[in-house]
């Protein structure tokens, strides 16, 4: 499985009026983990674009284990668990240290530019 790991600070205008991140931004952040995993591919998403192949988001699940605060510094890890012929799913781990605050999985469909379903590109299979 492919995976990585990257560092986030929550910041202030992430928070709400209690001072927690906002339940909002753990998508924020996953994406933040998927385009970087794809980047450490030596790939981005305006590359996998521009050959005509957009990955959009079908399926999202979260489960909020812990609060995250303003200036907690995270780890994200978001793993890659499965491909298919057309789309990629990925799961996540969002830490403060040791502690686990929150975990999630997406699933991304392969569509062209008219909105119709189309094979993964071969660099994104595993």
Same mark, same amino acid.
């Given at each position: 499985?492919?995976?990585?790991?990257?560092?986030?600070?929550?910041?202030?205008?992430?928070?709400?009026?209690?001072?927690?991140?906002?339940?909002?931004?753990?998508?924020?952040?996953?994406?933040?983990? $998927?385009? *970087? #995993?794809? @980047?450490?591919?030596? %790939?981005?998403?305006?590359?996998?674009?521009?050959? &005509?192949?957009?990955?959009?988001?079908?399926?999202?699940?979260?489960?909020?284990?812990?609060?995250?605060?303003?200036?907690?510094?995270?780890?994200?890890?978001?793993?890659?668990?499965?491909?298919?012929?057309?789309?990629?799913?990925? $799961?996540? *781990? #969002?830490? @403060?240290?040791?502690? %686990?605050?929150?975990?999630?999985?997406?699933?991304? &469909?392969?569509?062209?530019?008219?909105?119709?379903?189309?094979?993964?590109?071969?660099?994104?299979?595993?």
């Amino acid at each position: 499985m492919l995976s990585g790991e990257i560092t986030i600070r929550v910041r202030y205008a992430e928070t709400d009026r209690m001072g927690l991140l906002h339940h909002a931004n753990y998508l924020v952040y996953f994406e933040q983990g $998927r385009t *970087e #995993l794809l @980047r450490s591919q030596g %790939l981005s998403y305006k590359d996998i674009e521009d050959q &005509g192949f957009l990955l959009v988001l079908t399926r999202v699940q979260v489960r909020y284990r812990r609060p995250a605060r303003y200036d907690d510094l995270l780890t994200l890890r978001t793993t890659v668990i499965r491909t298919s012929a057309v789309k990629i799913e990925h $799961r996540y *781990e #969002l830490r @403060r240290g040791d502690e %686990l605050l929150a975990e999630g999985e997406t699933t991304l &469909g392969c569509i062209d530019r008219n909105g119709q379903v189309q094979m993964l590109p071969e660099a994104l299979r595993l």
